[in-house]
């Protein structure tokens, strides 16, 4: 087993898990430094390419965006995440990973879905593929507007059913996403393998979220989402210097010409 996941499984119970997404080298840099992994997310489709749906996302653009992630990740586990029917079958799923990794050097996939998914995560791990599972909301699969789960009693059992099954076929951990805290709590205590929350509560072992979110460069009303930055009003700040000194033929200066 990679050496990066072992050390992140040694941390349920110990030490929170901090992962968040990158999309590109200069964000993934400053992230990897304090992150213990590095999620590529089919969000990308969302935040950077402004699509309505994740389902719009397919693998050459994950790949992309991973490479150029790859290149500011030293420490933490890089993670891809496999687009929308990229891995519907146990075959189409092994070649889809094959090829990401190939391609991108990352060190694991991640894949939506519980325990419907269970003969593909089994078929990925028995073939060295390490996989990070996805449940609660599944925005490849949602139609329509994201419900938070675990409400009634059917619903937590499904989920618990869902993270249970997902570690019996080897995934190494799972995204808890808008899950109730009571059953977020529930799963976490009764599985071996970390969980990892968004909307999931503190409930969980660890956290990720959206960095483009928490630096406040995306608009996002999600409740999930805390923003512990205003990049945007930064880089407004810097454009608004650059124009006004473009006008006033400050820039460029004799030190910035040849
Ligand atoms: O696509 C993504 O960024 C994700 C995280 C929000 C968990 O799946």
């Not at 997404?21 to 964000?27: G, H, Q, R």
């Not at 660890?206 to 009303?221: H, M, R």
């Amino acid at each position: 087993m990679n050496n990066k996941i072992k050390k992140i499984l040694k941390k349920k119970n110990k030490s929170k898990i901090v992962c968040l997404t990158a999309y590109s080298k200069n964000i993934a840099e400053i992230v990897d430094y304090h992150a213990d992994i590095v999620l590529v997310g089919d969000s990308l489709g969302s935040v950077l390419y402004n699509y309505d749906t994740t389902r719009k996302v397919n693998l050459n653009m994950m790949i992309e965006h991973t490479k150029s992630a790859r290149m500011g990740v030293k420490k933490s586990l890089l993670v891809i995440d496999l687009p929308y029917n990229t891995y519907r079958s146990k075959s189409e799923a092994l070649k889809s990973s094959k090829k990401a990794i190939k391609e991108t050097k990352c060190d694991a996939v991640k894949v939506e879905g519980g325990t419907r998914m269970k003969e593909i995560v089994k078929h990925l791990v028995k073939n060295r593929i390490p996989v990070l599972g996805h449940i609660g909301v599944t925005p490849q699969t949602t139609i329509g507007k994201f419900r938070s789960k675990g409400k009634n009693e059917s619903e937590k059992r499904k989920l618990l059913k869902d993270a249970q099954d997902l570690e019996q076929c080897g995934a190494f951990g799972i995204v808890l996403e808008c899950i109730y805290s009571d059953i977020s709590k529930q799963i976490t205590n009764s599985i071996n393998i970390p969980t990892i929350g968004i909307g999931a509560s503190v409930n969980c072992d660890g956290q990720v979220l959206v960095t483009d979110d928490l630096i406040g460069l995306n608009e996002t009303k999600f409740r999930f989402v805390k923003k512990f930055g205003n990049i945007k009003k930064n880089i407004k700040d810097a454009v608004i210097k650059y124009k006004n000194s473009v006008k006033k033929k400050k820039f460029p200066s004799k030190k910035n010409s040849y």
